[in-house]
């Protein structure tokens, strides 16, 4: 067990570039979570995946934003058209499903992103 | 709307001491409430999840408490080290499958 991993560590970018990120959740893990973590505040959550479905979407989720996860095993987060405010560390977490709603999320280590 | 707080915002103790880092939560209606710790630059360790029907969960030297009525949650440290230094982050499921997260306590433990 390896722990959930994340590509890149960190991405400089230029205002209106795309940008891709990948996680790979602990192996069996079922469900994968996306959050946003901006400078002196807590992660907020972005979208939940059970498996291939993408079942759960924040409303910070702008139409520039797209997660997949194909078949139901790593993820990937794009964003198109980057904005300075998308500056922030991207984090992604997995848990195995086993617990019902009582899932414990495991986090990897993030991708820092800075948009200039 | 459902909000997470957490006070205080940044906490110095000597080493050896004793502390609580506190959580409340304007929605008593619950599925758990998780505490994890988080290094400078880096991601979120899991450090204690107490279910909606618990009251408290205890790893170590850390203890957690869960009152939903009063909609708060402690965290306690016993003897603190300076390998404790982070921000320690409380996170509530109100529904669905996210993760509410307060802004989080900065935690400095001094020599």
């Known amino acids: 067990d390896t722990g959930v991993s994340q590509d890149p560590r960190h991405k400089i970018t230029k205002r209106g570039q795309n940008v891709t990120f990948r996680c790979d959740p602990i192996s069996e893990h079922n469900r994968l979570y996306w959050y946003r973590q901006t400078l002196g505040q807590g992660p907020e959550f972005l979208t939940y995946f059970q498996n291939e479905a993408q079942l759960e979407k924040s409303r910070l989720l702008s139409d520039r934003f797209s997660a997949e996860r194909p078949k139901g095993s790593f993820s990937t987060l794009e964003i198109q058209r980057t904005e300075q405010g998308d500056s922030a560390m991207y984090l992604c977490?997995?848990?195995?499903?086993?617990?019902?709603?009582?899932?414990?999320?495991?986090f990897g280590p993030g991708t820092r992103l800075t948009v200039l | 709307k459902q909000e997470v707080t957490q006070i205080p915002a940044a906490l110095s103790v000597p080493e050896g001491e004793n502390l609580v880092l506190n959580c409340s939560f304007t929605d008593s209606a619950i599925y758990n409430l998780q505490w994890f710790r988080q290094d400078p630059g880096k991601g979120l360790t899991s450090l204690l999840l107490i279910q909606s029907s618990q009251r408290e969960q205890t790893s170590g030297r850390l203890n957690a408490s869960l009152d939903k009525s009063s909609g708060r949650s402690t965290l306690y440290i016993a003897a603190s080290q300076p390998g404790d230094s982070a921000t320690y982050l409380c996170?509530?499921?109100?529904?669905?499958?996210?993760?509410?997260f307060g802004k989080g306590t900065s935690l400095l433990v001094t020599p």
């Open positions: 977490a997995s848990s195995s499903g086993a617990g019902g709603w009582t899932d414990t999320q495991y």
């Open positions: 996170a509530v499921t109100f529904s669905g499958y996210a993760l509410n």
